[in-house]
Every structure is written in structure tokens, then in C-alpha cells.
């Protein structure tokens, strides 16, 4: 297989990954905005967000996970110089945080087996939040490599770090309220 069709393979289970995390944590903030719901509304609701967590853990994220990371290793493979690329170090430190965000998504699908997700709505929204930045900073990593000033992309990952923090605010003020 040559590079280029391993590298085409990692980004689409990359793209698969991401989407994963993104409806994921949308499910687990439902799951947890069901808890105010009368008890019978509650039961179907939070039932039904389990069923569609437990899928999308089990049969995209999971293995998008495992999918992304065999051709990314197979891409080190066919080029083992990238290891020694500032970039490259700095986004498997990236993609390590991402596995270890994918471990505390397993860890909250597992509360929402046992009823209740014990972290606060507004902390979910954030932690939600946290799979654009991971995003944003790999694309830009990848892309600009080492063109990328990395104190110009700390403070732009700390500007949009905070304006989405603002945004959720926001919502939580302006929007749940209603």
C-alpha cells in the first residue's frame, strides 16, 4: 500500500473519530438534561441516549480510534524520519490527550449505564467543547507543521479556548433559561 493511500486511510477514520466525539458528548449532555425530566419521560429518554451511546462508542469511535492509529503508524512506518519532526512530536502528544479524552468518554458511558453521569451539565458542555480545540490544534498542526510560530498558535489556541468557554456561558445564561 503505498503512502499516500495510508495517509488518505488515516484522515478519514481521523475525520470518523472526530465526529464521533462530537455527537458523543452531545449525548451525554441530553442524558444528563433528561435527569430533570419527569420520571417516565426520564427512563425513555436517558434508555434510549444509552442505546445511541453505546453504539457510537462500540462501532465508530472505537474503532476510528484503532483505525486512525494503525495507519498512523503505518505512515511512521514507511517514514520513520517523522519521529524526529518538532511537529510530529508535538502531535503525538496531542493525539495521547485525545486517546485519554476517549478513555473519559468510555468512562462517562459507563455512569450512564449505572443511571447518572455525575458531572454537571455545565461541566459536559465544556468537556464537549474540548474535541474542537483538539481539532483545531491537530489540523494546524499537521498542516502548517513547522511553519507555525508555536507561541503565536499557544495564544491562538488560548483566544479560542476562551471564546468557546464565553460561548457556552453564554448559552447556559441565555438559552437554558428560556
Known sequence: MSYLTIKALHLIFVICWFAGLFYVGRIFIYFKEAETKPQKEKLILQSQFLVMGKRLMYIILWPSV???????????????????????????????????????????????????????????????EAATLFLISLVFIATLKNNISWIYATLYFFIVSVVLMLLVRMYKKYILKK
Open 66 to 128: 484503532l483505525l486512525t492509529s494503525v495507519f498512523g503508524w503505518a505512515m511512521i512506518i514507511k517514514n520513520p524520519a517523522l519521529l524526529e519532526l518538532d511537529w510530529m512530536k508535538v502531535k503525538l502528544v496531542l493525539v495521547t490527550l485525545l486517546l485519554f479524552y476517549v478513555v473519559i468518554c468510555q468512562f462517562f458511558l459507563n455512569q450512564m449505564h449505572n443511571g447518572i453521569i455525575k458531572t454537571s451539565e455545565f461541566k459536559l458542555r465544556l468537556f464537549s
